[in-house]
Each structure stands twice: as structure tokens, then as C-alpha cells.
């Protein structure tokens, strides 16, 4: 299976001449990026922050990098601009239906498979550093932008909401008492902190999660396989979720983007636009207002 990546960097300068034969437009060639052998479930592109690349580092530093999750198990990370592989993160034993990193660093990748699991890795050496067993397939996760909180959700119909430095130090503690360097005594595997209950309509039974994408470190959007998409803050459980919007007609969520849009006013107030964009399977576009 190929990925194919468009960037302006490699666009191809072919001219095709316009109906009418008065005009002329570029069009554009993707980079073909082979390496997967199964339909791909996931592809994201993040830009690397400016604190995370070294100053003594070459002006060819990656500073655009692509991560996919695929059906063949085998995520992999790549350069966001020439599309050069750079790494296959290696473990899961089911699909992978979703691939994501750390936006504050980049340095850590999470995936989440039909295994059951959610894995955490060391996006420079590969390595595993941690495993977060489910009750059942995992479709979604997202890490809000501080890189505090991870978002996982799946066939449970739950949002599990973990602290990333708890899980990484538990894991960083779990591999000592193996090696011997502590007791053996603790829990296996941390947990969740928080768990939310998407609920199906009217907040009834049990629906598939699957997708999830952060606001901000505090407020978590969901979206389900009934067409509901809910926004959650994990500080209030109790209160369940702040809104809950239902797309029409019988379709599932399949993804989910978050578009900033800054509009200013002469009174020298700002108001932000949070915009989901659900695109499959259909385009639907709904805000969220925050000043």
C-alpha cells in the first residue's frame, strides 16, 4: 500500500492547457511513499516545535513529520516534506486504526489497535515504553497540546483520560523491578484517571468511540459510530458532557480535525472558532465559541 503526500515543496511544474486553450495550470504530482500491504486507517502530519530541534542541529532537520496507522500492524513514521520513510514502530498483533504524536514535542508516539491495546513509544529510537490494555478494540486516541493528558476510545463506548507522566514513570518503574532494581510489588499497568461514558442517544447504552481530538488540556471532543460527537471536560465527570451535537441522518464519525479561526473587533476582543470538521463520510462543519 502507498501513501501519497502533497507538498508545495514538491510540486510538479506540468502544464495542461485549459478549456478554451487561453489559460494553463500546474498540476500537482504526489510523492508516493510505498511500504505498506494493507488498506491505511489513520495518516497525520505534525510540524515539530522550534524547542524540541537542537540549535546545533543540520538545516535539514526534520521539522515536518508523518505518522500512519494501517490494517498491516506496522505504523510507521516519515518526513512530512520528501515523504522518506524514517521508521516502523513494531509490536502490535491487530490493526492499527490509529497513529498519533505528542504535538508539544513530537517525541513520543501512541497508537491504538484492534489488539485490544494502546502502545507508547519513543518516536526517536522506536522503542516501546509503555502498554495501556483495553477491555476491547481501541479506534482513537490524541494527546492534548501541553502533552499532559492522553484521550483513548474504542468498542467500549468509553473515553478513558490518563495522565502521560504517571504512565510513563509507572512504565520507567515497572522495567526496574523486572531488571531487579526495585520490589516487586505495584500494579501491573496504571490506570485511567478518568473514564467518560459516550453513551448512545439520550445517554443510553453502549456506542463505539471513534474518534477523539482535544481543544485545549482540559476539554476533550469525542466523536461515535452513531453520529454524535460530544464535548467533555474531564475536570467535571460528574456533569457529563458540556454539549453534544447529532449529525443528520444514519452516519458514522470517522474523523475529526480542529480548525482555529481568530476574528478580532475593534473593541480589542478576540473570539476563537473551534471548528470539528467531520469529513467522512460526509463534510459537516459545526462551532464551538470561546472568547
Given at each position: ?9 514538491h ?28 488498506p ?117 463506548g ?6 502521560l ?9 515497572e ?18 484517571g ?23 488540556d ?11 460527537v ?49 469529513v ?12
Open positions: 500500500m502507498a501513501t501519497s503526500v502533497q507538498h508545495p515543496s510540486v510538479s511544474t506540468d502544464t495542461v492547457t485549459a478549456t478554451g486553450g487561453s489559460a494553463a495550470a500546474a498540476r500537482q504530482i504526489p510523492t508516493v511513499c510505498p511500504g505498506h500491504t494493507r491505511l486507517s489513520d495518516i497525520q502530519f505534525f510540524r515539530v516545535p522550534q524547542t524540541a530541534i537542537p540549535e546545533d542541529s543540520p538545516a535539514e532537520e526534520e521539522d515536518l513529520l508523518l505518522i500512519s496507522g494501517c490494517h498491516d500492524k506496522l505504523p510507521m513514521l516519515r518526513s512530512g516534506r520528501t515523504g522518506d520513510w524514517i521508521g516502523t514502530l513494531c509490536g502490535h498483533k491487530g490493526a492499527v486504526h490509529c497513529a498519533t504524536l505528542d504535538p508539544a514535542s513530537c517525541g513520543l508516539a501512541v497508537t491504538a489497535s484492534g489488539d485490544f491495546s494502546v502502545r507508547l513509544w519513543d518516536a526517536v529510537t522506536g522503542s516501546c515504553l509503555a502498554i495501556l490494555p483495553h477491555n476491547h478494540i481501541v479506534k482513537g486516541v490524541a494527546i492534548s497540546p501541553s502533552g499532559r493528558r492522553l484521550a483513548t476510545g474504542g468498542h467500549e468509553l473515553i478513558r483520560v490518563w495522565e507522566e504517571r504512565v510513563l514513570v509507572h512504565a520507567v518503574a522495567r526496574l523491578r523486572v531488571a531487579g532494581h526495585l520490589p516487586l510489588e505495584g500494579d501491573d499497568v496504571p490506570s485511567a478518568v473514564f467518560l461514558s459516550h453513551g448512545g442517544d439520550g445517554g443510553k447504552g453502549k456506542v463505539t468511540v471513534t474518534k477523539a481530538i482535544w481543544l485545549d482540559d476539554i476533550v471532543c469525542s466523536g461515535a459510530a452513531d453520529g454524535t460530544k464535548f467533555w471536560d474531564v475536570r467535571r465527570v460528574a456533569g457529563g458532557s458540556l454539549s453534544t451535537i447529532k449529525l443528520p441522518g444514519s452516519v458514522e464519525v470517522r474523523d475529526m480535525e480542529i480548525v482555529t479561526v481568530q476574528v478580532s473587533f475593534g473593541l480589542e476582543q478576540t473570539v476563537f472558532f473551534f471548528l470539528p470538521l467531520l467522512f463520510p460526509i463534510l459537516y462543519l459545526c462551532m464551538c465559541v470561546s472568547c
